[in-house]
């Protein structure tokens, strides 16, 4: 499948992307809204960094006891499911006599919810579309996530000017509603891919084997790590400036949909794999500007240039799949995302507690220079690994618990 056309004539793709589309709007209006609604009523950059990004946070809990059900329950009903949930605890972010405290409680729910979705959007995408397809959908499906969060952002930051971040939330709850019900129209009903019931116990079986393999864990922590901290970067745009913050992040969304656009279209499969690196370098490297803190234009172009980096996802995406069984393929691109929205959240959090002791701009620094010295101790690494014959094949799939 090489073609945007034979992709979009792939039964389910279309309504699958919109419903996808949907709620990723949703994600960048709320997140906005609620960040903004934190850092007014505390005046803090961790707080508000945290109510931004501590759903991604949360989700450790559901890599750790939860994701077995990305591949052991039916993809429809469950982002249905998710969908009607996420609008329900957004809806109730914006009671006016919420205090911050329940905040952060119902911002833990969020990401418990959302611990499947990755899992199982993933699984149900490889499921849709066949082996050659999945990078070029996948890459579209970035692609659209770029385009929400450049239309959801800048939106969100022009209706913040008018509305009050509780309006701004409510209307996410019903992008969110919106797309729960896309999902039940327009997805036909599948069969979970692996049989038994989810539970924990399968979980911590499963995430085991998938982490038992070295190429695989250099690939999971080259997927979550720089970008866990970069995000750390992004968190801080409220408190770097509060009037910039949206244009800011839409800035970033559209450096992102052009490294998707490039990457998962353009670049010959031969040649992806060698961008892996240079794409994480440039994650961050950008972000070593804003230590002169830089005024909002130059900042918009060193976010800008910063994200096309986040395409290197793909490239370790598609080598995630290429290492992992097909039975698992939704655990384990549910424990990718897991972990890298977890990291998200870890990033966030430093990030903000650095800048509450500093300054945002230095925050920024410092984080982006961690992503750095982490992406290169990965390809150091994964250097020696090449060099090293393989002693023994990796663990037999039949000890994990895929179709029990």
């Known amino acids: 499948m090489r073609s945007y056309r034979e992709l979009f004539r792939t039964p389910e793709f279309p309504p699958f992307l919109l419903t996808f589309a949907a709620f990723s709007a949703a994600q960048t209006?709320?997140?906005?809204a609620l960040g903004t609604l934190v850092y007014r009523l505390t005046g803090s950059p961790l707080l508000s960094a945290v109510s931004m990004f501590g759903p991604q946070l949360a989700q450790v809990l559901g890599a750790t006891f939860l994701l077995s059900g990305a591949d052991r329950l039916p993809p429809r009903a469950t982002l249905t499911g998710m969908g009607l949930a996420y609008a329900a605890v957004t809806a109730a972010l914006a009671l006016p006599a919420l205090p911050v405290a329940p905040v952060f409680g119902v911002v833990v729910l969020q990401g418990l919810v959302a611990s499947l979705g990755g899992g199982v959007r993933g699984g149900l995408l490889n499921e849709i579309l066949s082996k050659d397809g999945y990078l070029?959908?996948?890459?579209?499906?970035?692609?659209?996530?770029?385009?929400?969060q450049i239309t959801g952002f800048a939106t969100g930051g022009a209706l913040l000017t008018v509305l009050s971040p509780r309006s701004c939330l409510l209307l996410s709850a019903a992008l969110y509603a919106a797309s729960a019900l896309g999902t039940r129209l327009g997805l036909t009903a599948r069969p979970p891919r692996s049989a038994g019931r989810p539970s924990v116990a399968a979980t911590w079986r499963t995430n085991a084997f998938l982490w038992s393999s070295r190429p695989r864990r250099l690939t999971y922590l080259g997927l979550w790590v720089p970008n866990g901290l970069v995000v750390g970067c992004d968190s801080l745009y409220v408190s770097y400036d509060p009037h910039a913050a949206g244009a800011l992040f839409a800035c970033g969304a559209l450096g992102m949909f052009a490294g998707d656009v490039t990457v998962g279209r353009f670049v010959p499969p031969a040649l992806r794999p060698r961008l892996d690196i240079p794409l994480r370098l440039l994650l961050a490297a950008p972000y070593l500007v804003f230590a002169l803190h830089p005024p909002v234009a130059l900042a918009a172009v060193c976010v800008t240039l910063a994200a096309v980096g986040f395409a290197a996802s793909l490239v370790l995406q598609e080598r995630l799949m290429s290492l992992t069984p097909d039975e698992l393929s939704g655990h384990a691109l549910g424990l990718h995302s897991a972990g890298m929205l977890t990291m998200?959240?870890?990033g966030a959090t430093l990030a903000g507690s650095v800048a509450q002791l500093t300054s945002p701009a230095r925050a920024m620094t410092i984080v982006a220079a961690a992503s750095l010295a982490v992406t290169l101790s990965l390809a150091t690494a994964a250097r020696r690994e090449?060099?090293?014959p393989a002693q023994a094949t990796e663990?037999?799939?039949a000890r994990a618990p895929a179709k029990r």
């Open 395 to 397: 663990p037999a799939p």
């Open 136 to 148: 070029l959908g996948r890459s579209v499906f970035n692609m659209a996530s770029g385009l929400m």
């Open 29 to 32: 209006i709320g997140a906005l």
């Open 386 to 388: 090449r060099r090293v």
């Open 344 to 346: 998200q959240g870890v």
